[in-house]
């Protein structure tokens, strides 16, 4: 069991005599990075794109995830399919299994590929969060009904906003919005693959709407890699704007410390209603 | 060679021998959907995605092209597997095959899947759009340097609101943003499939940003669609709020006349510098 990102993600090649740029990987999902026993989705998409990305031999740009059974702790298998590989972009499909259920935990779509030049253009800026040392460590609180803090925030050096933490003590702000700072609590810097974490991290926005939803598994998450971070917390917000037909949109934005958007998500998850 | 949507994207299934939920298609990409003699990608989804949800059982609820070679006039394959197919959402692979060159078009990842029943929340609200008949068709102007309307347009009821058309003229205002009224010029009803082509049937949202963008390559387009909308043309934004690295993110909203959201989309595309 490792608290160390990188080494609890880490995958090793398996087969490397197939064609047609597929190949098997081997993994492990270690302890310590699940939500009440579900271990956390961006965690076992990071897997997945390490494994990918070592066919592709290039960075995520975007990756697409459909989420299809629970993740849990143990060996997994990993499958990596090459679709397309051109000059600068590289399309890989991907399939995270559960080496002893046999079941498929996540299917993966992704182009990988470098970054170029393009002029800029800008119409958002970061988040406004508190500095870092002013926002909340997201601890349990002392109200027995109130949502649990995650066994994966143990891992992380998260900071909630202070108007993004209502949800805990029952007191919603009415606004589907969570915000706060993300970093890794061992200090170790932030790649491709920390933000494909970044991106799925947070507790849901929807819990601070206000609405009677306590769950909320994710169908499919797409994660789009806008840049490395420089060194320091991440600025992140998710929002949900629409919950309509029993599901809902989350879009999440991943700032560096010097105001540089790294990543952009949109997850599509279920809302199923409280038992 | 078919004006109408739906014959204009139907598909034939040629194999129903193979197990696991695995089926082969032909389909036929006809003239007149194309923008500058490249098929239209919402074009191209839609097909691919009537071949999976016939396989499904089911419409789509969230669904990932990712565009791999130009699409052009002529017969297709579209192969299509089952990852998972559950009691409420089933999601598979889709894969578009031009049949005369043998080159892959597009590969697709999608959950299929009825919608259910939900609190609602809404922090958002249809585009504000002059009335349809004040809204400009999308016609080419006197300016032999001004962007082509292209072919596609001829097909749809497409009107540009008053702001969104400076780019045809050269005269972009300054915002990544594109709004307006979709349906389609014969008058048939807006389907699921209708909404994936809406997700990507305006000019892009960059022309308007006045920076020099002029070809927007489709990387990656998800659609979430969020319900079935009533009668009349649909209500579209798209706006991009960030380029850097030589990509953009363009994010989708598609409005039904009744003032209900029905689609989501985001895609990444590529911005090369003009020749």
Do not use: K
């Not at 143990?154 to 949800?167: D, E, I, M, N, Q």
């Amino acid at each position: 069991m490792s608290h160390n990102f990188a080494i609890a993600t880490s995958v090793t090649r398996v087969d490397t005599s197939q064609g047609d740029g597929a190949a098997s990987f081997h993994a492990e999902v270690h302890e310590g990075w699940d939500i009440l026993g579900n271990t956390n989705g961006g965690y076992l998409m990071a897997m997945a794109a390490r494994a990918m990305s070592e066919v592709a031999e290039r960075p995520p740009l975007t990756l697409t995830a459909h989420y299809l059974s629970p993740g849990s702790v143990g060996a997994h298998r990993i499958e990596v399919g090459t679709v397309r590989a051109g000059r600068r972009l590289a399309t890989m499909t991907g399939s995270l299994v559960n080496a002893t259920t046999g079941r498929e935990v996540i299917r993966l779509l992704g182009t990988f590929g470098g970054r170029g030049e393009s002029p800029d253009y800008r119409a958002g800026n970061p988040p406004e969060i508190p500095p870092y040392d002013e926002c909340n460590v997201d601890r349990d609180g002392d109200d027995p009904d109130a949502q649990p803090v995650p066994e994966l925030q143990r891992r992380l050096a998260v900071r909630l906003a202070p108007g993004s933490t209502g949800f805990r003590s029952g007191d919603p702000r009415g606004v589907a919005e969570v915000s706060g700072w993300f970093d890794f609590a061992d200090g170790q810097p932030i790649d491709e693959f920390g933000l494909l974490l970044a991106s799925d991290s947070f507790p849901p926005a929807v819990f601070n709407s206000g609405l009677p939803v306590s769950w909320v598994p994710t169908v499919e998450l797409t994660v789009h890699i806008r840049g490395l971070p420089v060194a320091g917390p991440l600025a992140v917000i998710f929002r949900t704007r629409f919950v309509s037909g029993g599901v809902l949109e989350e879009d999440g934005e991943v700032w560096d410390s010097a105001g540089n958007l790294v990543a952009q998500s949109r997850q599509l998850a279920l809302t199923p209603r409280p038992a």
